[in-house]
């Protein structure tokens, strides 16, 4: 009577009442608390289908010496007998492996072929919706929906083409401001404040007009008003549950983008305005110079035209590339749009026409205009390098290297400074009209992903990812 786990004469033995094998009590025991079945048949077994058996105790046997050839023999067909026994075992297991396995890739391979075919039926809908151009009609808000855009209406032609010939006069002949900060006064700047906001995962920072007023966004779907003379948030914009992707001043009204494709206005804290034109994330805004007209880009490859004095969406206009950044020329007449494939696109306002496009040397992360109307700076995602192009010439005339990743960039009003902000610090780069030379008069380690310029350029509002607003100022 030998045990069929260990192959040894029981000292305890008990048998099962279902297979009727016999084991060694504490063996069987250990093996069916921990896997609740019959080793030998892989039946349910418990505790109560054992039966003991009452054996007598017998002394064993001694065992032989091993110095004949008999039972050297005996010994060695016992060994070949267990090695059989294994072989044979370990045959089985390798069967049943090789069909787990068999099964397993089938099944990633019919996975693996599903989704090829739902990628490939995406990218298809994907091609024939960018094929599709859908426009708004001037209803509540652009609620109805019309193919064919009808662009802007004769009023707003009228607005954009007052708008252009009242700065276009103007720009040239404008004096710098007799309080504006210098060169020399740059040099003396220094984080002079720092502010904690509730936007622990901040994306974007404009300010007012009257530079006493923040607007912050985040990618929790924050928007908040920050008060620069309270040193605090005043308000706090509900946009719902998407993130902000952008955001913006219009006089007073406060305007942001976010991840749902929405554009929604704001005034006295109260939503005036909400629009949803965009098939997919409304990536920025910017706004016209007459305030009247406002523009979103998005993802959907589409740039939209707002009519502020009705609330309602103005036109609609399908480009070639998903876009990311947007801005209008200071004169008006031309809006700018940066787009994944690497090019800045430049459209005509009235007409919707692509009037020009520049090579960036990668997807556009940041634009700006120069006030003196014949610059526009770029900037390409992880470039640690801003390029300056000149509109009359549609070429680079000026490029500057910060050495590290660049998130923003933002001239102020004259056109002299130019602040390029990063994950590693701020620069200002001067531009002197006497000299026509560039000069570096401000770097600081304040990390920034956005960046504004205070009154008279007196200060600088630089915004980190963890929501902590820095001022510099004169020291």
Not at 251 to 262: L, Q, R
Request: hydrophobic content about 40%.
């Amino acid at each position: 009577m030998l045990c069929a786990i260990s192959g040894e004469t029981p000292h305890a033995p008990v048998a099962s009442r279902k297979s009727g094998n016999v084991f060694e009590k504490r063996l069987i025991e250990a093996y069916i608390a921990e896997n609740g079945r019959d080793p030998v048949t892989d039946e349910e077994l418990s505790t109560d289908d054992l039966v003991e058996l009452k054996a007598s105790r017998i002394v064993r046997p001694r065992p032989p010496t091993l110095t004949s050839i008999p039972s050297l023999l005996a010994v060695f067909q016992n060994e070949w007998d267990a090695l059989a026994l294994e072989s044979y075992t370990l045959r089985q297991q390798l069967t049943q492996t090789r069909q787990e396995l068999s099964t397993a890739l089938y099944q990633h391979d019919a996975a693996v072929r599903v989704i090829a075919r739902l990628s490939r039926e995406r990218d298809e809908a994907r091609e024939a919706l960018s094929g599709i151009s859908v426009h708004r009609a001037p209803a509540t808000n652009g609620d109805a929906m019309q193919l064919d855009s009808p662009g802007l209406s004769s009023e707003l032609i009228a607005n954009v083409e007052a708008t252009q010939g009242r700065l276009s006069k103007t720009r040239r002949k404008r004096p710098v401001p007799a309080d504006w900060i210098t060169a020399d006064g740059l040099n003396t700047f220094s984080p002079a404040e720092r502010a904690e906001t509730t936007c622990t995962n901040a994306r974007s920072l404009a300010v007012n007009a009257t530079c006493d007023t923040l607007l912050l966004g985040s990618s929790d779907g924050k928007l908040d008003v920050y008060s620069i003379s309270e040193r605090g948030i005043t308000e706090e914009l509900k946009v719902g549950s998407a993130q902000v992707t952008d955001t913006l001043w219009i006089g007073t009204k406060a305007v942001a983008s976010t991840s749902t494709g929405n554009v929604k206005i704001f005034e006295s804290g109260q939503e005036i305005a909400s629009f949803s034109g965009h098939a997919g994330e409304a990536t920025a805004v910017a706004s016209h110079p007459s305030g009247d007209i406002l523009a979103s880009v998005g993802v959907d490859k589409s740039y939209i035209f707002y009519d502020l004095t009705s609330n309602t969406i103005a036109s609609q206009t399908l480009t070639d590339s998903a876009l990311t950044v947007a801005a209008f020329h200071p004169d008006g007449h031309l809006f700018a749009a940066g787009g994944v494939d690497g090019q800045i696109k430049l459209f005509d306002v009235k007409t919707g026409t692509n009037a020009a496009n520049f090579e960036s040397t990668g997807p556009v992360e940041a634009i700006s205009f120069s006030e003196n109307g014949t610059w526009l700076a770029s900037a390409a995602k992880e470039s640690t390098s801003v390029s300056v192009w000149d509109l009359r010439k549609a070429a680079v005339i000026h490029t500057i290297d910060i050495a590290s990743p660049i998130l923003a960039v933002q001239w102020e009003y004259t056109g002299q400074f130019l602040a390029i902000a990063g994950p590693s610090g701020l620069v200002v780069q001067h531009y002197s009209k006497s000299t026509k030379e560039w000069s570096e008069p401000l770097k600081n380690a304040v990390p920034s992903l956005a960046v504004g310029w205070g009154h008279n350029a007196s200060s600088i509002y630089c915004l980190d990812a963890k929501g902590l607003i820095t001022t510099l100022t004169p020291q």
